[in-house]
């Protein structure tokens, strides 16, 4: 489905984009601008247009005289939001959410020890919150629910570390979460010990406790991948 509001150069990037990443178009492959734009039966400036955004997540590559060249996965923006949510609807699934995971097992501890020494009380409020949300959409098959309060929960970890590296993590944070339920490799009901974790984790920052906060967040992680190993092996 087409993001809205992207208009038609948004069609042609849904189509062209999960290609590329699923290998469709293997690295150099070259991609005609004039071709495209009949293939899509969209003007030559729309086709433009939708180049111009992959250049941006350097999936390709347009010279003059040589056309649009496909990169290798080493040159990709591995961090778009988009380039991540093509991935996770491609057979490269189960790697990708894998990667991610691992990557979130590496930042979020750390984020979350500096924010129980950082965050304010404002954050603490919003973290607790999040947490009582999760509990209350953990049961009844409510993952859509569920995972508006999980995002959120995450995002305030990552902000209120007071890193802004950190910080810009939270979009692809939101993209493995919202890949694993949107790609089903989440439980119908979400682990209640994990549940609990996300409760103690908001009680840990509140308290300023550093060191529970990021032990209790790496125990997230880790049960995030053992998840993995069960449904995405």
């Not at 350097?58 to 961090?79: D, F, M, Q």
């Not at 990552?158 to 339920?181: H, K, Y």
Request: hydrophobic letters at 45%.
């Amino acid at each position: 489905m087409s993001t809205p509001g992207r208009g038609l150069h948004g069609r042609v990037l849904d189509t062209l984009g999960p290609a590329i990443t699923a290998g469709e178009y293997p690295p150099g492959s070259v991609l005609r601008t004039d071709e495209l734009a009949q293939h899509f039966e969209v003007s030559r400036s729309v086709m433009r247009e939708a180049v111009r955004v992959l250049e941006s997540m350097y999936l390709v590559e347009s010279r003059r005289r040589v056309g649009v060249t496909v990169l290798p996965k080493a040159a990709w923006n591995v961090y778009d939001p988009q380039v991540i949510r093509w991935r996770l609807a491609g057979a490269d699934r189960p790697h990708q959410l894998r990667s991610l995971t691992v990557l979130r097992s590496a930042v979020e501890p750390v984020a979350a020890g500096l924010a129980a020494k950082q965050a304010t009380a404002e954050q603490c409020a919003e973290l607790t919150e999040c947490a009582l949300g999760m509990v209350a959409t953990s049961r009844g098959h409510r993952l859509e629910e569920y995972l508006v309060h999980d995002i959120a929960f995450h995002r305030v970890v990552l902000t209120a570390s007071g890193n802004e590296m950190f910080a810009r993590l939270g979009d692809v944070v939101a993209e493995v979460l919202a890949g694993r339920t949107h790609h089903e490799v989440m439980f119908e009901d979400p682990d209640p010990a994990a549940v609990t974790l996300h409760v103690r984790v908001a009680e840990a920052v509140r308290a300023g406790d550093a060191t529970r906060a990021e032990e209790l967040t790496r125990q997230i992680t880790v049960g995030a991948l053992h998840e993995l190993d069960i449904l995405a092996p």
